[in-house]
């Protein structure tokens, strides 16, 4: 039989039959359909014709049922159990769960944010696996469809609609120079901003641009380098004088250990919004809200404390 074929007949009247088969009544089965004892007469009735058998035989108050009925019980048994599971809430135990999550995101947040979320992550779920794929922004639908990522973490920079997504914090940017730069014990000024080399470290996210937008209508400053790795601008700062302009939680992170000093700009410079970002077709899948709400939790308290120590806020 086709689809349309099985589309065309009450597949409601399968049910009722399991209802009369559990309770042996008309009556009984009527009280449980929220039916009167005439429409689960004309119920019973229409059964009979969709089946082509009497079905039952009545014993006093009792239906007996036929040997094809009984049939048909057995037969219903799987398909109701999996509607059942279908039509039932889902029900998510991160502890047992196997599957396989893929996040497109940036070089900023693999290095900076999501490796304090990972411990919790797999505290919780040990059985998950998670996949990283680099984030195109211009590409973002594509890459939350066909590309199979459930979760994108990044500053958006366009429009997300009709994506779905949730601000993780804000995230500035800070000035970092050599301890023995010219400028490692006192304040940068603009003019010394626009006069000493620089290094940027994009992390994708189009830091690059902010900046400029936030300098609109000055020389451009000197860029010596611009990477997506910072190590490439640590290893020039013995030949040249770099200012390294990063995102905050990185020269948070790298600044003691690369014995490097931060600097805030000499300019103001509104901090961006980093977000996670996903497709409605995830919106209500209890797995990925229990990533979704985790992932939040802790990178979002995360980058909350940062902005708190470095005074940005």
Known sequence: MELEDIYRRDLNLLIALRVL?????????????????????????????????????????????????????????????????????????????????????????????????????YEEAPGLSLEFAPIQHDQLMRQLTSEGCDLAICRPT?????????????????????????????????????????????????????????????????????????????????SLPLIITVPADLAYLVGEKYDLVSKPLPFAFKPFDYSLIWHPRTDHSAAQIWLRNLIKEECGKLISSRIQDMGLV
């Open 21 to 121: 088969l559990e309770e042996g009544s008309v009556s009984k089965a009527a009280i449980r359909l929220n039916l009167s004892q005439s429409a689960m007469s004309r119920v019973l009735g229409r059964l009979r014709i969709l089946t082509d058998d009497p079905l039952f035989t009545r014993h006093g108050q009792q239906l007996i049922p036929t040997q094809k009925a009984l049939e048909l019980n057995q037969s219903l048994t799987a398909p109701l159990d999996a509607l059942r599971t279908v039509l039932s809430p889902e029900e998510f135990d991160p502890a047992k769960c196997t599957q396989k999550f893929k996040i497109a995101t940036t070089d900023y947040a693999m290095q900076t944010i999501l490796p304090f979320a990972l411990p919790r992550i």
């Open 158 to 238: 366009g429009q997300v609609d009709p994506l779905q997504s949730d601000i993780l914090g804000l995230v500035s940017v800070l000035c970092l120079v050599g301890k023995n730069h010219p400028l490692a014990e006192k304040e940068i000024s603009l003019d010394d901003y626009l006069t000493y080399p620089h290094a940027v470290i994009a992390i994708s996210d189009g830091v690059k641009a902010l900046i400029d937008g936030a300098l609109r209508g000055y020389p451009a400053p000197k860029l010596a380098l611009r990477a997506y790795h910072l190590e490439a601008a640590i290893a020039m700062l013995d």
